[in-house]
């Protein structure tokens, strides 16, 4: 997880303390330097801190379709949620990195809805 993530976690204790992030649901983008560059492994330790909060963590699996699986292409992203390889920070995101990150909000939006009905 990057230092500044952690210390904006780390600055959370308030919040932590009178369980005001407890129950609210949260996920991820991530990026990372290149193709096993760690994705998956940020996701999980980011976890951590939303399970310390007693958040709730929404990962998008893989409900956004086929088009995960594109191999003709690099691209980034997991079932943890949407990402961007970086490579040495000019890279921009592809239009499947960009799709795959909107559909992420979407998704989290459609959760967002149903539990507030409830």
């Given amino acids: 997880m990057a230092a500044q993530i952690k210390a904006l976690f780390d600055s959370t204790r308030q919040l932590w303390r009178k369980q005001r ?10 990026r990372t330097g290149a193709q096993g560059g760690g994705q ?7 976890i951590t801190q939303l399970t310390h909060h007693g958040m709730l963590f929404v990962p998008i699996g893989y409900t ?34 960009l799709a795959i990150a909107e559909y ?11 539990l507030a009905q409830h």
Avoid at 104 to 114: H, L, S
């Fill in 21 to 30: 992030l407890a129950g609210k649901p949260a996920g991820y983008f991530v």
């Fill in 40 to 46: 998956v492994t940020t996701a999980w330790t980011a």
């Fill in 64 to 97: 956004f379709g086929a088009d995960m699986f594109t191999m003709d292409k690099t691209q980034a992203g997991s079932p943890y949620g949407a990402g961007v390889y970086a490579g040495d920070g000019t890279r921009q995101a592809s239009e499947m990195e």
């Fill in 104 to 114: 992420q909000g979407k998704y989290m939006a459609g959760i967002v809805k149903r």
